[in-house]
């Protein structure tokens, strides 16, 4: 019998996406692999002995009462998974057969979403949500065991309204990733929505809309028809569920659409970087390093995006603040949300919080340092080069990025105050420090960990590393505020001295750590060959 | 010591990718201004019997020794001495075919004059002319290899190494590429270079390596191998005869 065409695409992907466990599992290979997953299993059993015993508990109160209430909790769960996880999974999701592969062969679109929706699973929240939603509905038709068969339509209805959203939600971000103007437009809508709303706007989306939005869900009426189904109104109760179905494959058609178009956008070739990345002089000197990475990342549309993302942030304040500190001028009483954020961007420490920020956000670059350029390093490796050009080179890189991406974001809050010496000189001690750190950290993660970033696309942290880059960051904070709060409780003003001693003895750290890192390089460079 | 050593020396070096044995004990020794062709089927050994000899690779067993130096301990030393045109696609893309260029020269520690000058030699002699601001990522196959040959001679060095150089050239450069290669080594430096072409081979190389499945069959000039092997017609005949024949070629369903 002929294999359909949607089969053999996912089990190509499940085949190569084991395959590239398997070879760039690292230490250990297959074993870490097998505890890594063992790990996952055991660390989401109690969540999904927990869910189920909520399907159980809700089940149970849906089956014996027709209490509005029950449904409206059960259905707030399962939007939880089928919206929230969804928009978290679309961060991280990316189409896994892309046209630059795929477009070769004679697949049509809807061969390809077929495909994608399990292929698309094989996520960290995607997951998370199958997983809850499968228990969830478990312990409802355990329950309510004559229902059943509706119950597993509605579990697998809630599953694609899950990834149908996800692609959704990715495609979304990856047009705001391609286009400047979206993404203008995007801080400029959440500016305004800052100071229009407030905190007070949020409580009122929080608590009105958001349940009227979840009440409205076709999933929720499918689980409304449900019970109303088990209450004997067979008509409404069907004909809800024939709208929680129907509605599905409505959003699966339009997550088909936005996947088709995004396919084919991702293959049209990007000529303004390209103009200005041949105009930059390179001479071969130990600058050109840095140079030569800092034009590797700034060639990724989704690094391009990460240099804007922290205006998302700095733009609401500055035009908040602004705005706000006009019209107390004016003599206007303002609400205390508004009075907040005015109080905020007046003080310190805030210009030294966004290189933090930014190193945060960039974490699937200073995590994976080589993968950006994997073809280029084989010529590094030909070339009478150190290591430790390589790696001094990556840090300037970073350093150079990291900069340009927060100068452009506090550029915003200059119109709000002028920071003073001190806080610009914790500012960039603060940064320092913490770029020298992850880079560190980044170093031998990259070198032990490589992970090939194709064109244009973000290299996803892999679920085992994924808690390296949170904890390195709390880590590096916690010293920073330490240090700061020690030095300050000692002899007021000397805080900001403090950082200045933290940054210095980070550049000696590294500066003493170099030669072993460049060791690693050396001794590992298969490794990052074989990326 | 230097003036004497050969140019590359492989001494029962053995390289394993987990159970897969790449190359299996193999022992050589080029003489300096050689030029020797590399030829196997694929997966038999030939890249990564570079990519040993240019230090991108560790040996599992064994040494490798080029210009005299031992490239694990020399690697940077070695590296500045010769020139290595690898057979992917490993360039810097987002740099144009220039900027490469200045770059490669940079890193040799040319004078800038130096690299400018060579580097509009290279394009003109190699016929590599895109249009200007065009990044590497956007040239041909073809193109890629050309400036990966002018990577690899920029600096003037005194052992080549070729990963398939004529695979995806046009007929006319590979003319020019075969010129460049006689008159190098008429000026005493060492080629070594893996090709699948072996009518091109059989023209050019003075010293044969046959390698397959890891092991080095044949070595030696083509007088040496036929005294060896017997009389053969040309290099395809031997090289045949030593990998068993070829298969038929017909597929059922066509």
Not at chain 2, 111 to 121: A, D, F, L, N
Not at chain 2, 195 to 222: M, P
Not at chain 2, 235 to 241: A, G, K, N, R
Request: one cysteine or more; hydrophobic letters at 50%; a positive charge.
């Amino acid at each position: 019998m002929a294999l359909s065409v949607p089969a053999a695409l996912v089990s190509a992907q499940y085949r190569a996406s084991w395959n590239r466990i398997l070879r760039t599992a690292g230490v250990g290979g297959e074993v870490a692999t097998w505890i890594t997953l063992g790990l996952v299993v055991v660390v989401l059993f109690f969540p999904g002995l927990v869910l189920t015993r909520i399907g159980l508990d809700l089940g149970a109160e849906l089956a014996t009462s027709g209490d509005t209430g029950v449904l409206d909790s059960w259905n707030g769960l399962i939007a939880v998974f089928t919206l929230g996880f969804a928009i978290l999974g679309g961060f991280r999701s990316r189409p896994s057969f892309p046209s630059s592969r795929f477009g070769r062969y004679p697949l049509r679109s809807v061969d390809l979403l077929i495909a994608e929706l399990p292929a698309g699973l094989f996520e960290v929240f995607p997951l998370l949500a199958t997983g809850g939603l499968a228990a969830m509905n478990l312990g409802l038709a355990v329950r309510m065991p004559r229902q059943a068969p509706i119950i597993a339509l509605l579990a697998l209805l809630s599953i694609a309204t899950m990834l149908g959203t996800m692609f959704i939600a990715s495609a979304f971000y990856a047009l705001v990733a391609r286009s400047r103007l979206v993404l203008a437009g995007l801080i400029a809508a959440s500016a305004i929505a800052a100071f229009a709303g407030g905190l007070r706007g949020v409580q009122t989306a929080v608590k009105e809309w958001l349940p009227a939005l979840v009440d409205d869900l076709p999933i929720a009426r499918g689980y409304e028809g449900l019970v109303l189904l088990r209450a004997g109104d067979v008509l409404t109760g069907a004909k809800w569920i024939a709208v929680a179905t129907l509605s599905t494959a409505l959003l699966l058609a339009i997550a088909a659409t936005l996947q088709r178009m995004r396919l084919a956008a991702e293959l049209e070739p990007d000529t303004p970087s390209r103009r200005l990345t041949a105009s930059i002089p390179i001479d071969g000197g130990s600058r050109s390093m840095s140079t030569l990475f800092l034009i590797q990342l700034l060639s990724s549309r989704a690094v391009l995006a990460l240099i804007l993302i922290p205006l998302l942030y700095s733009v609401p304040i500055a035009v908040t603040a602004s705005m706000g500190r006009a019209a107390l001028a004016e003599g206007t009483i303002l609400p205390p949300p508004i009075l907040m954020f005015v109080g905020v961007a007046e003080k310190a420490p805030l210009f030294a919080i966004f290189p933090l920020i930014a190193i945060a956000l960039n974490a699937q670059i200073w995590m994976n340092q080589f993968g950006w350029d994997r073809k280029s390093f084989r010529t590094f490796l030909l070339l009478p080069l150190e290591p430790r050009e390589i790696l001094t080179g990556r840090l300037r890189g970073l350093l150079l990025f990291t900069s340009i991406q927060t100068l452009l974001a506090v550029s915003p809050l200059l119109a709000v105050r002028m920071p003073g010496l001190r806080e610009i000189v914790a500012a960039v001690a603060a940064g320092g420090v913490a770029l020298i750190v992850t880079t560190g950290v980044g170093h031998v993660l990259s070198i032990l960990h490589p992970r090939a970033v194709d064109d244009d696309a973000s290299a996803h942290i892999p679920l085992h590393l994924s808690w390296i880059s949170p904890i390195t960051l709390l880590g590096t904070v916690a010293e920073l505020a330490g240090v700061w709060f020690m030095a300050e409780s000692v002899w007021k003003g000397t805080g900001v001295v403090a950082l200045v001693l933290s940054l210095a003895a980070a550049i000696s750290g590294y500066r003493l750590l170099l030669p072993r890192f460049s060791a690693l390089l050396l001794r590992e460079r298969e490794r990052l060959l074989s990326m | 010591m230097n003036g004497v050593s050969p140019a590359l020396e492989f001494d029962a070096v053995s390289k394993r990718f987990g159970e897969t044995v790449a190359v299996n004990d193999v022992s050589l020794l080029v003489p300096r201004g050689s030029l020797v062709g590399l030829l196997g089927r694929n997966g038999a050994g030939k890249t990564t019997s570079i990519n040993l000899a240019t230090g991108l690779l560790r040996p599992t067993a064994g040494s490798v020794r080029v210009l005299g130096l031992d490239v694990e301990a020399n690697a940077i030393e070695v590296k500045r001495r010769i020139g290595v045109m690898p057979q992917d696609d490993s360039l810097l893309e987002y740099l144009t075919g220039s900027q490469f260029l200045r770059f490669v020269g940079g890193v040799h520690r040319l004078p800038k004059e130096t690299v400018e000058k060579r580097s509009r030699e290279i394009f003109e002699t190699l016929d590599l002319d895109p249009p200007k601001g065009t990044l590497i990522r956007d040239f041909s196959y073809g193109m890629k290899k050309k400036l990966a040959l002018g990577a690899a001679l920029i600096h003037g060095p005194e052992l080549l190494f070729l990963d398939e150089p004529f695979e995806g050239i046009d007929p006319v450069t590979a003319v020019t590429i075969r010129a460049i290669l006689s008159s190098l080594q008429s000026k005493g430096v060492t080629i070594v270079m893996s090709s699948h072409v072996l009518e091109i081979v059989e023209r050019l190389c003075g010293t044969i390596a046959i390698i397959d499945k890891g092991r080095l069959l044949a070595f030696g000039s083509l007088d040496d191998l036929r005294a060896r092997h017997g009389d053969f017609g040309n290099l395809e005949e031997l090289f045949l005869s030593l990998m068993g024949g070829a298969k038929p070629g017909e597929l059922s369903w066509l």
